[in-house]
């Protein structure tokens, strides 16, 4: 396993390896703009590509796991390859470093909407660098995708999978149902006897449960943001409704518009959108609120990982679990193609912003060039666009 490999290093090697991980999850953490599907294209180019931390198949599966579990998916997929490369150490730091600069970000913006209740005009930056995302996310998915499918049934499945999501059918079910579809054609006639003696254990469950109608402190921040994070599942917009539910309608102690602000802070800063718990508790409780949110949302995903991580290896042994991995694979794959389309369409409004997103994936495709360089980019395009 990952931890006895990095114990066995010599004490300088495995400085390194923390170092390493370090440079590359803080780097990520401040220029993984673009949400999920973004963060696992980066992740792709720096681990399996870039650094071969991991082969392809084996960085397919860690989404298919992180897809299962409750919790900020990209997020859960950095803290997995953190402890594959360097144990529990790895685990720790891999999600810290990504989480940090983002967190950083929202609490400073934080702190100025409370101040003045308005959020920067970034309209501009984000001109440039969200078609550059589009292009990264399609290199992926075409790399990732050239693994996934193996065959005609697993192609089928990811492509039901990318129309069905495009139409807003709730992710979970379709990640489930297509690791049994495929589980069972790939082994029909079988017995059961073939599964082995694996099953993953329980990942969460409950509801957030209620609080007292009161005033908000640090520690109601921080228990409400812990059981959001045990039992959440999807993207920030997810999010967006169990916020939605508690702290605007059912507690008061965020108006509609604070909300949306909110998540709109998450999605275009860089790193996990999950981050928009830092943003909420600094307007509830101030700095305290901010730390208290941030750590209750986040710390399910790394419990979740620790637990699950030893699991994942072992379900390629088995015939029945290596089919059901492949068909979640697959639909996480449709998952992000449905996500990418959808963003392109935000993205990619008019032909300067097509013209980009083409020539950057053309780059991509081409040249091994480091994706970081293109978004700063198509950043500074976005700022000479504005100022002509």
């Known amino acids: 396993m990952a ?28 220029i993984a703009f673009g949400g999920p599907a973004a963060h696992i294209a980066m992740l792709d180019e720096e681990v399996v590509r870039r650094r071969g931390w991991l082969d392809r198949q084996a960085f397919l599966d860690l989404i298919g796991a992180a897809n299962l579990i409750p919790g900020p998916s990209s997020t859960e997929l950095a803290i997995y390859v953190g402890q594959r490369r360097a144990g529990w150490r790895g685990l720790l730091l891999a999600g810290a470093c990504f989480i940090l600069p983002a967190v950083a970000i929202v609490w400073a913006l934080a702190a100025v909407y409370a101040r003045y209740q308005t959020l920067p005009q970034v309209g ?78 329980a990942a969460g469950s409950g509801a957030a449960a209620g609080l ?20 959440l599942y999807g993207s920030g917009y997810v999010l967006l409704a169990f916020l939605q539910g508690d702290l605007v309608q059912r507690w008061h102690w965020l108006s509609p518009q604070q909300l949306l602000d909110a998540v709109a802070i998450g999605q275009f800063t860089p790193g996990p959108v999950f981050t928009t718990a830092t943003f909420i508790g600094y307007l509830l409780a101030g700095s305290a609120g901010a730390a208290t949110a941030t750590v209750g949302i986040f710390l399910p995903a790394f419990a979740f990982v620790a637990i699950v991580n030893p699991f994942v290896p072992r379900l390629r042994q088995s015939p029945f679990t290596a089919a059901a991995l492949d068909g979640v694979n697959v639909a996480s794959l449709g998952l992000m193609a449905a996500v990418t389309v959808k963003l392109g369409g935000a993205a990619l409004v008019d032909p300067l912003t097509v013209g980009l997103a083409l020539v950057s994936l053309a780059v991509l495709l081409r040249y091994k060039v ?4 293109l978004v700063l980019g198509g950043a500074v395009l976005g700022l000479a666009w504005h100022r002509l």
């Not at 069905?164 to 495929?182: K, Q, R």
């Not at 007292?212 to 039992?231: I, R």
Request: charged letters at 10%; hydrophobic letters at 60%.
């Open 124 to 201: 501009w930056l984000m001109y440039g660098v969200k078609p550059v995302i589009i292009a990264i996310v399609a290199q992926a998915l075409w790399n990732l995708g050239r693994t996934a499918v193996k065959g005609w049934l697993t192609a089928l499945v990811g492509a039901a999978v990318a129309v069905l999501a495009f139409f807003n059918v709730s992710p979970i079910p379709l990640l489930l149902a297509a690791g049994l579809l495929v589980m069972l054609a790939m082994n029909r006639g079988r017995g059961l006897a073939a599964f082995g003696p694996l099953a993953l254990p």
């Open 3 to 30: 931890e006895e490999s990095y114990a066995a290093l010599a004490p300088t090697e495995r400085r390194q390896r923390l170092r390493e991980l370090a440079t590359v999850f803080l780097k990520l953490g401040t």
């Open 212 to 231: 007292a109608v009161a005033a908000p402190t640090a520690a109601s921040v921080f228990w409400f943001f812990l059981k959001t994070g045990a039992v």
């Open 370 to 373: 480091n994706s970081a360089w």
